[in-house]
């Protein structure tokens, strides 16, 4: 896209390659580690050029045993037994409250009967009261009163 210069050359620099150089061991001999008791085992390891790379051993992992964990844990079957004790008294409510209603409404009807009886007693007292011979006949008559004398 832009146009090269052909005054403007790259410059050349020197470059110097240096190459890893071993260092020699200070001892000849290889050192033999004493392990004493409660340490983990030190490995040592000796590599072609001479060098000694020393480091602990690290053993493999070992699972936890899978018949120390219980097939089912407590606290699950703690909140299943919870589950089910709610569902069972949710609906011992839900019939509770069917059953108190049925009962209001019972005894609502026992009123309105006990109020049509007696209301049906009162009226046959006021109304029925026509028979003779249970009754007392009282006649009124124009009462003659001559010098202080009831003639009747």
């Not at 050349?12 to 033999?32: D, F, G, K, W, Y």
């Not at 004493?34 to 790379?53: F, T």
Request: proline content about 10%; charged content about 10%; aromatic content about 6%.
């Amino acid at each position: 896209m832009y146009p090269e210069h052909p005054g403007h050359l790259p410059t050349e620099r020197a470059v110097t390659i240096h190459q890893p150089v071993p260092v020699a061991p200070v001892q000849a001999a290889p050192l033999v580690p004493i392990q004493p008791a409660g340490i983990p085992a030190v490995a040592s390891i000796v590599l072609p050029d001479g060098r000694i790379v020393t480091g602990y051993a690290i053993g493999p992992m070992q699972p936890e045993p899978v018949a120390a964990k219980p097939v089912v844990s407590r606290a699950a079957v703690n909140i299943a037994l919870g589950g089910i004790g709610f569902g069972a008294v949710c609906g011992g409510l839900v019939l509770l409250t069917a059953f108190v209603a049925a009962l209001a409404a019972f005894i609502h009807q026992l009123i309105i009967l006990a109020a049509v009886i007696f209301g049906g007693w009162i009226a046959v007292q006021v109304l029925g009261s026509n028979r003779h011979g249970a009754g007392t006949t009282v006649n009124i008559r124009k009462a003659v009163i001559k010098r202080n004398h009831f003639h009747g």
